[in-house]
């Protein structure tokens, strides 16, 4: 089977209003797929994450999903400030919010670990003053 399902969001930067819109769309339309639901808990995770990651520390991106018959991978860019330190990013607890989104209930520095937790592979490309870009993917049973 050719690609079944192309979702394409921008993630609007700093507004926590919105920030989870697009894991929630993401999460419908894999319903109506007919998706395990296993499957489904585990994409809207992931993604929430990431959109909510974007939103904090980037000032917003890009975020695409693509399904076909055996993966579903998630795609999100940003232009934000980059990630300088990747293997000390992607240690539970390690965290660079600001107290002010923290006070929030945000940045408890498990974003990327539960990214990288509830996918079946994580890709993590960041250049310093140039921006990130995660790919993500989760296989389908078969």
Do not use: W
């Not at 926590?16 to 639901?37: D, H, N, W």
Request: one cysteine or more; aromatic letters at 4%.
């Amino acid at each position: 089977m050719s690609e079944a399902l192309h979702l394409h969001f921008d993630v609007d930067g700093e507004n926590f209003t919105s920030a989870g819109e697009a894991s929630v769309q993401v999460k419908k339309a894999l319903r109506q797929m007919g998706c395990p639901p296993e499957i489904i808990r585990r994409v809207s995770i992931a993604m929430y994450e990431g959109e909510i990651n974007m939103v904090i520390h980037a000032g917003g991106g890009k975020a695409d999903v693509y399904m076909d018959s055996r993966t579903i991978r998630i795609l999100l860019a940003d232009t934000g400030p980059g990630i300088a330190d990747i293997a000390l990013a992607m240690q539970e607890g390690y965290s660079t919010a600001p107290d002010n989104i923290r006070s929030l209930g945000f940045g408890a520095g498990m974003g990327l670990p539960n990214m990288k937790r509830y996918t079946d592979r994580m890709d993590l490309q960041s250049t310093v003053g140039k921006g990130t870009t995660i790919t993500m993917e989760i296989d389908l049973p078969q």
